[in-house]
């Protein structure tokens, strides 16, 4: 694997009031904001700053924030936030970038089960699961595992469980490819995020031959994409494709594998 290199621009925002208002239907909030890692690939704020629990009006919360777990009152603020309810009914939790495996115990692990933290899918159901980065190589493969087995120990569903995996960075194609296939045989979803750019966009740039990322090849992504959302739907519906037999692609999704 190559190198990493520092960006050169990071996500400066820390004069941002806190974030906490009321979209397509859920309550969006922060309870901090930014991250310690710095990862090399990363574009969060180093300015690393944690916010007091605001007050809670939606039945579904959706918390933003890469730095979840550095909070050093995280685990007071999981259980506050468990304890409330709005209109007489508790509140579920989705953590948009998820958390960080390598500051996961038991305690906390429990603790968010317990107090109904998971995954607000697109359309804003709230699902027993989790998210949570495999970033680096065949190095963080055992705590991906450990990860994995610990959250279905606490009572997180396996197939809820959605691992994001880093592409068009310079993790080659190939180490990727390594992880979904892992992923698969452990029966949890793939997230295939992007780096500095979106699904959409990267998607039609391959498509359209306007191609200009520099770390990945325009048919490499595509056929990721393609095949991450069929092993998705494999884990879904226990292995069963709900749509064609095609060994796992859409008629279409094969153009591009050359």
């Keep these: 694997m190559q190198e990493l290199i520092m960006p ?4 400066e925002e820390s004069q941002r009031p806190q974030l906490n208002k009321v979209d397509k239907g859920i309550q969006w909030i922060e309870l901090n904001r930014g991250c310690k890692r710095g990862c090399a690939f990363c574009y969060a704020d180093p300015n690393y700053k944690v916010f007091d629990v605001p007050e809670i009006t939606n039945n579904k919360v959706m918390i933003i924030g890469e730095g979840f777990l550095y909070d050093p009152k995280i685990k007071e603020k999981i259980i506050e936030l468990g304890q409330k309810k709005v209109n007489g009914k508790v509140v579920y939790y989705g953590l948009n970038q998820g958390i960080d495996f390598r500051l996961l115990d038991k305690q906390i692990a429990e603790l968010l089960c317990k107090n109904r933290f998971g995954i607000l899918n697109s359309k804003y159901n709230w699902q027993k699961g989790m998210k949570f980065a495999w970033d680096g190589g065949s190095n963080h ?11 279905i120990s606490v ?61 990945w090849k325009a048919h490499e992504y595509y ?5 991450s959302r069929k092993r998705n ?24 594998q050359k």
């Design 8 to 11: 050169k621009l990071k996500r």
């Design 141 to 151: 493969e055992q705590l991906t595992k450990e990860t994995i087995d610990l959250l």
């Design 155 to 215: 009572g997180y569903k396996r197939n809820q469980i959605q691992v994001f995996v880093l592409t068009l960075w310079k993790i080659p194609y190939e180490v990727c490819l390594y992880k979904l296939r892992k992923l698969r045989g452990w029966k949890v979803k793939i997230d295939d995020c992007t780096w500095n750019t979106n699904k959409e966009t990267a998607y039609k740039k391959a498509i359209y031959d306007q191609w200009d990322y520099p770390y």
């Design 223 to 227: 056929y990721f994409r393609a095949i």
């Design 233 to 256: 739907q494999l884990v879904i519906f226990n292995g069963h494709d709900p749509e064609l037999k095609t060994g796992g692609l859409r008629k279409n999704d094969y153009t591009l």
